[in-house]
């Protein structure tokens, strides 16, 4: 059986590739991640136990992702991997709720004596949320139970059952993949495989209306980062979380497979393509215009000023 998994965060190749050969040395699933930026999108998809992180890297440095982290999940363990930390940096990362701090050039004993002890931590986290969170409402789990034997007997039932669950409760979290591996008899490794492979699977409460932004290669290069930015400061939110009033969530994806519409958004199931700012704010404003009303107003009064100039 594979060990807890890792995420080692660094723009140093050479960091990583010592990490991944030490831990795997001692039966650590690990990968690695060459920045902040890259390591959110790897996240998102769930399944990690463990951060290593380096703190100064650019774009999206090592307390902003720490503090990404900690948004979504209060279990993942986390551990500075760095050079030469000030005192202020440490203080911070440490109000962040890190577990320990790895320096750098590191020996292979230093680290898997943090490792061993950022995992004991990291588990005894999870065992207490299992704990406080293995009960949800009767008639939703009944609901729950009901359909997993209606598909019990049946080949390929995993997927089928996800999507009727996630109906149901709304999200895929821990406790409903584990009620579903237990009743499906399967092991709860391959429910949590099967939620993160897919991007209509998530494992956090989503809002009425899912927006995803495509982040891949055609899409970048059109401008999608520029229209992200805005939706995001327009809705405040950032990638993966959902605004206060549950309207709207923000998923960042690699592909949606319409790279011939580039820059490509997709709320619910309706695709939308050659997207600028103002036109993203247009299309989100016919689900809720109260969300970007203003907005739109001072992107189409931008554009004018920009003809007129």
């Known amino acids: 059986m594979a060990g807890p998994r890792i995420l080692i965060v660094d723009d140093e190749p050479v960091v990583i590739k010592s990490a991944e050969r030490v831990l795997r040395s001692e039966g650590y699933d690990v990968e690695g991640a060459a920045g902040g930026r890259e390591a959110i999108l790897k996240l998102e998809k769930g399944g990690y136990d463990l951060v290593f992180t380096d703190l100064k890297m650019p774009e999206v440095d090592g307390l902003t992702l720490i503090k990404w982290i900690r948004k979504s999940s209060q279990v993942i363990g986390i551990v500075i991997i760095t050079g030469y930390p000030s005192q202020d940096t440490i203080k911070d990362a ?60 049946r080949p390929g039932s995993l997927i089928p059952v996800l999507q009727r669950a996630q109906e149901i409760v709304g999200y895929l979290p821990p406790v409903v993949q584990r009620r579903i591996s237990r009743g499906l008899n399967i092991p709860v490794a391959e429910v949590h495989g099967v939620v993160s492979f897919y ?16 982040l891949g290669t055609a899409c970048y290069v ?74 739109v107003t001072e992107e189409a009064e931008a554009d004018l000023t920009g003809k007129e100039n």
């Open 199 to 214: 991007s209509f699977f998530t494992m956090k409460p989503r809002g009425d209306h899912n927006i995803r932004v495509c």
């Open 222 to 295: 059109k401008g999608i980062e520029a229209v992200t930015s805005k939706i995001k400061d327009v809705l405040k939110i950032d990638i993966g979380e959902t605004t206060e009033d549950r309207k709207f969530s923000l998923e960042g994806v690699r592909c949606l497979g319409a790279c011939g519409l580039a820059p490509v958004m997709v709320i619910d199931q309706e695709t939308f393509g050659a997207m600028s700012a103002k036109k993203a704010l247009e299309i989100i404003g016919r689900y809720d215009q109260s969300a970007v009303g203003a907005a």
């Open 94 to 153: 440490l109000e962040l709720g890190i577990i320990d701090y790895v320096p750098k050039p590191f020996t292979p004993s230093v680290l898997l004596d943090v490792t061993a002890r950022a995992v004991e931590w990291t588990e005894g986290r999870k065992s207490k949320e299992e704990s406080a969170g293995e009960e949800f409402p009767p008639a939703m789990a009944a609901e729950l139970d009901r359909v997993i034997q209606q598909y019990k007997n």
